[in-house]
């Protein structure tokens, strides 16, 4: 994969998980030039960001990207973009709908596990937060992925 320059964090409707991942992402970037986007598969009207998603981000100084949700276009899509969703089914939703976008993969996956990440619907907000620690950890392990990566692309370019 060439070096990364744009990360989109995908679920389904882009009310929860996928804005918790990118505002995780957001707060390691620490000034990297990688832009950090959440985006959603089935977003039929602008919907607001789920309120307990909000109050994790909140207790753990993380802000949201934006306040409602967006469906995931082409236009999303520049050279070095990586996508990563929440589950296998998002995973091959994003493929079948962009099949020229090489770089899709679940975070998991991409974190080096199997799985899906999965919104606690209807749960509380121990359920959300319990959730977040698990889009916060493999999300902290893509991003030193990434990093890395960077880091390799620059040193052999010197």
Do not use: W
Not at 16 to 45: H, K, Q, T, W, Y
Not at 73 to 80: K, N, P, V
Not at 135 to 153: N, P, Y
């Amino acid at each position: 994969m060439s070096a990364v320059k744009r990360v989109i964090f995908v679920c389904t409707d882009n009310t929860c998980l996928s804005n918790m991942a990118a505002a995780v992402f957001e707060g390691i970037r620490d000034g990297r030039e990688i832009e950090v986007m959440s985006r959603g598969l089935v977003v039929l009207f602008p919907e607001p960001i789920n309120q307990k998603a909000v109050a994790i981000l909140t207790s753990h100084k993380l802000a949201l990207l934006a306040d409602e949700a967006k469906v995931l276009e082409s236009t999303d899509f520049i050279a070095g973009t990586l996508v990563l969703t929440m589950t296998g089914a998002e995973r091959e939703q994003v493929r079948e709908r962009f099949p020229d976008m090489p770089n899709v993969f679940t975070l998991r996956e991409f974190a080096g596990q199997d799985g899906d990440i999965t919104e606690p619907l209807g749960g509380t907000l121990a359920d959300y937060g319990a959730c977040y620690e698990h889009i916060d950890l493999f999300t902290k392990v893509a991003a030193e992925i990434i990093f890395k990566e960077e880091e390799a692309d620059d040193s052999a370019g010197m």
